[in-house]
């Protein structure tokens, strides 16, 4: 049973840097053809994607996004993180980690809520 927690503050002051991390459990994130998603949803409004880092290492981004975006993994924890950089009022939702097979996803982490607020 695969298993995703994000783990990370939960009040980030405007202008600063979001960081999260998705420690997984289960299953290995260097694993063929698994990719690894963040994925966000700021309150009443739908799932957004951000980005995904894939078993390979290779990363993508959403568009809307990339400019301000980072994904990185640590293979040695089976983790992998997200760095969303100059946030603002608007970057508050709760943001989920996701394992993404070939198509869809099959395995979600609780999600956390990140507040932006001075």
């Known amino acids: 049973q695969v298993q995703l927690q994000e783990s990370g503050p939960g009040l980030v002051k405007p202008s600063q840097t979001l960081s999260l991390t998705c420690t997984v459990s289960g299953g290995s994130i260097t694993t063929s053809y698994y990719a690894w998603s963040w994925i966000r949803q700021p309150p009443g409004k739908g799932l957004e994607w951000m980005g995904v880092?894939?078993?390979?290492?290779?990363?993508y981004y959403s568009p809307s996004l990339k400019s301000r975006t980072s994904i990185s993994r640590d293979t040695s924890k089976n983790q992998f993180s997200l760095q969303l950089s100059s946030v603002t009022p608007e970057d508050t939702a709760v943001y989920y980690c996701a394992r993404r097979p070939t198509h869809g996803y099959d395995y979600w982490g609780q999600g956390t809520q990140v507040t932006v607020s001075s």
């Open positions: 880092i894939a078993y390979d290492g290779s990363t």
